[in-house]
């Protein structure tokens, strides 16, 4: 599974720096984590990419990808948009929303909606390098079958999982 996701994770660096020449889009990574508001509770990890392109000097709407670790990994494919809140400066508050479906990696798992809207904060330190942090709130839904049983009988059933959480991401807008 560590392979797999280090093999995803350069194939998207590789590709963000050859397309870092192309001026029309603007790319994002984000790291993050989350306080979970279901119980049961899964603290989850994420990862996201995303691509953007500007409409205005203010509106963006793109797409993205990435990796969350929840109990079962999921890959979250979504369309997003970003609006700045003011005038871009060096530091310029945003909103951001993206919305798409969840895949899980695992056989025994399906993934299921993926919602995140967010605001936060860009800080312009270089030219062509802005660091992000937002908050937000997410959502994704899993499907996963469950199994139980002993000697006298056994029964298998479908457990439907909403992840309800509150979210803290950090980034790079290059």
């Known amino acids: 599974m560590k392979k797999i996701s280090l093999i995803f994770v350069s194939a998207l660096l590789s590709c963000t720096v050859k397309a ?45 990808t990435g990796l969350s670790f929840y109990e079962k990994t999921v890959i ?3 369309a997003g948009m970003r609006f700045d809140l003011l005038k871009p400066r060096k530091f310029t508050p945003y909103a951001v929303a993206g919305i798409g479906y969840g895949f899980t990696l695992s056989g025994e798992a399906n993934g299921g909606l993926y919602l995140h ?22 959502l994704q839904k899993l499907e996963r079958r469950k199994t139980h049983g002993n000697r006298f009988f056994s029964a298998e059933w479908k457990e439907q999982l909403s992840h309800h959480s509150l979210t803290i991401k950090a980034g790079l807008v290059f």
């Open 20 to 64: 870092q020449t192309d001026r029309h889009f603007i790319f994002t990574t984000t790291v993050g984590t989350a306080i979970p508001l279901d119980r049961p509770a899964s603290t989850p990890f994420t990862w996201q990419f995303a691509a953007h392109y500007p409409f205005s000097r203010r509106f963006s709407a793109g797409a993205g």
């Open 76 to 78: 979250p494919l979504f």
């Open 117 to 138: 809207p967010a605001i936060g904060v860009r800080y312009a330190c270089l030219k062509k390098l802005q660091f992000l942090l937002s908050a937000g709130y997410e």
